[in-house]
């Protein structure tokens, strides 16, 4: 599987000059069916009442997807929709159980990459390919929801995973807000906390978010695009010199991470972000609503970590095309659920979602009038990776790969951390 930039990618639409033309990231082929190898028939039609329960993990959206659930109901009479949230991390690991079912989740939403995958060869979607949703997007955002000739999902949320700087703070420390290379990176980081603030809340504690500035890290270490799977496959391994070198890359960040970050939650991390006790936060655009929502004024902007020497980066950011939409195959009011994926995926109630939760998406002829989309709007256009993280197909390769980098933030040396994943990965072989 392999990456490409977002220049590659992407074309010009909306107010923002937002689309595609070419596919993203394939998703894995094989059957979908839960009982043979037919593949995803299409959700059930009929009549468009009852309960639906949509399942995501998004808890920052809950207020706006109620708004929508009450535009939705306007149209149907005697349908309700009633949200299931998790948290990311807790989503990543027990959806799959709690949707095999279909008691929860007739809608649902899945993380691009191991979670897709998993949903993909349990049976859990349907297919959408010929559904009036699908119609409404970008046909090159679709691919992270393909399975063979079938879109089992739509991928509705384009996110960049990078940190949010807030621009005031880096104006006051005169700090460059977009660093060529590693020790530019630093040398902003210095400048950052010698005007008295933190320069970067990670959320260190919460392994779902945390594990964003993954993405960041790898993009211009790794020697190739599908670095995390060959991690997976064997083909490379966390004790190579690429990868020390990351992970010494992270070493070079405690001085300017908050104390006991690698404990430190993701509402702790939001809140020294919005109370402009901190410069960065190392999440992503995802959190921008969130961190409005705690009294966040100061403009904001994207940085990338970046990792390159001498200015020679093949990438200028990251980005993910995920929140894939589905209908659940096990479901018993596959119909109402069809529908409110169909609406969801309307130009009119997409860029509602859009302009409220401060998220671009993947939907067509999508008007966006948030002023945070707007400022971000040029990172459409740079050569950004897709998010390596999500190439992971095991959680538990993932999740030791990754603690490897929370492991030397903590005060293990790259070396120990590296032969420790390592170790884990050789056992998932």
């Not at 977002?6 to 990231?25: D, I, K, N, S």
């Not at 069916?33 to 329960?53: C, D, F, L, Q």
């Not at 996110?159 to 630093?186: H, R, T």
Request: proline residues 5%; aromatic residues 10%.
């Amino acid at each position: 599987m392999s990456q490409i930039s977002r220049r590659q990618a992407l074309t010009v639409f909306g107010a923002l000059g937002f689309g595609a033309t070419a596919a993203a990231c394939a998703g894995p082929g094989g059957s979908t069916a839960p009982g043979g190898s037919a593949g995803a028939v299409a959700p059930s039609a009929g009549n468009i009442t009852g309960k639906v329960s949509f399942a995501h993990w998004r808890g920052e959206d809950k207020v706006v997807f109620d708004e929508l659930i009450k535009r939705f109901a306007a149209l149907h009479d005697g349908v309700e929709v009633a949200q299931d949230i998790s948290t990311s991390n807790d989503y990543n690991a027990q959806a799959l159980q709690k949707l095999r079912g279909g008691s929860i989740g007739d809608a649902f939403a899945t993380f691009r990459g191991s979670q897709f995958n998993n949903f993909t060869e349990a049976g859990i979607y349907t297919d959408l390919k010929d559904s009036k949703a699908a119609s409404n997007y970008q046909p090159g955002l679709l691919a992270a929801g393909k399975s063979g000739d079938n879109q089992l999902g739509l991928p509705y949320q384009v996110v960049f995973p990078m940190p949010m700087a807030n621009a005031d703070l880096f104006d006051k420390a005169g700090a460059d807000i977009a660093p060529k290379d590693w020790e530019a990176f630093l040398a902003m980081c210095e400048k950052l906390a010698a005007s008295g603030v933190i320069p970067i809340s990670w959320p260190g504690g919460d392994v779902g978010n945390g594990g964003q500035l993954f993405n960041c890290m790898i993009a211009n270490n790794a020697p190739v695009d599908d670095m995390c799977a060959q991690i997976e496959q064997g083909k490379l391994k966390v004790t190579d010199d690429w990868f020390l070198k990351m992970l010494g890359q992270y070493k070079d960040l405690v001085p300017y991470l908050q104390p006991n970050a690698t404990g430190t939650a993701v509402e702790p991390a939001q809140n020294l972000f919005s109370q402009g006790k901190a410069a960065m936060l190392a999440t992503g655009s995802y959190h921008i609503a969130a961190v409005r929502g705690l009294g966040a004024q100061f403009p904001i902007e994207l940085v990338f970590p970046n990792t390159s020497t001498g200015g020679d980066a093949k990438y200028e950011g990251v980005y993910n095309a995920t929140f894939i939409l589905g209908v659940n195959a096990a479901s018993k009011n596959q119909a109402a659920a069809a529908a409110w994926v169909d609406f969801l995926s309307e130009p009119e109630n997409a860029a509602y979602y859009a302009n409220e939760t401060a998220q671009h998406v993947s939907v067509d002829k999508v008007d966006y009038t948030n002023p945070d989309l707007k400022r971000l709007s040029p990172w459409l256009e740079k050569k950004t990776a897709l998010a390596a993280r999500f190439q992971f197909q095991n959680l538990d390769v993932r999740n030791a790969v990754e603690a490897s980098a929370t492991a030397v933030i903590s005060g293990t040396s790259p070396e120990q951390a590296a032969e420790a994943a390592q170790k884990i990965v050789d056992e998932r072989l």
